[in-house]
Nanobody, 131 residues
């Protein structure tokens, strides 16, 4: 059974850092795209960052470019999201999601910005940026 478990959220002051982890079980990361999404109260879920396991391609939303870094550890079957220079507007519940990705039917970027393309989700972890 495919399962994703996020961890690492919390309360941090503006300018601070957090590292989120997404541990996968029941499948290996091979042939999957792993995405990080976030949802703030009253807002739609939005794609934050994404990585493939085949060639390590990455995607970042404009709002987080230069501040967030996605990475994976295939040996641990885990994907990370390092978040630096956090801002109050980064406050949201962060979810990781997984879906098989080949690039045959949809581009990587289109995949990463479309939550409904992902079939497996974690339970989410709260990130609050506040002084």
């Amino acid at each position: 059974q495919l399962q994703l478990v996020e961890s690492g959220g919390g309360l941090v002051q503006p300018g601070g850092s957090l590292r989120l982890s997404c541990a996968a079980s029941g499948f290996t990361l091979d042939s999957y795209a792993i995405g990080w999404f976030r949802q703030a109260p009253g807002k739609e879920r939005e794609g934050v960052s994404c990585i493939t396991s085949s060639d390590g391609s990455t995607y970042y939303a404009d709002s987080v470019k230069g501040r967030f870094t996605i990475s994976r550890d295939n040996a641990k079957n885990t994907v990370y999201l390092q978040m630096n220079s956090l801002k109050p507007e980064d406050t949201a519940v962060y979810y990781c999601a997984a879906e098989r990705f080949s690039g045959m039917f949809i581009t990587f970027q289109a995949m990463c910005v479309t939550p409904r393309r992902f079939g497996s989700w974690g339970q989410g972890t709260q990130v609050t940026v506040s002084s």
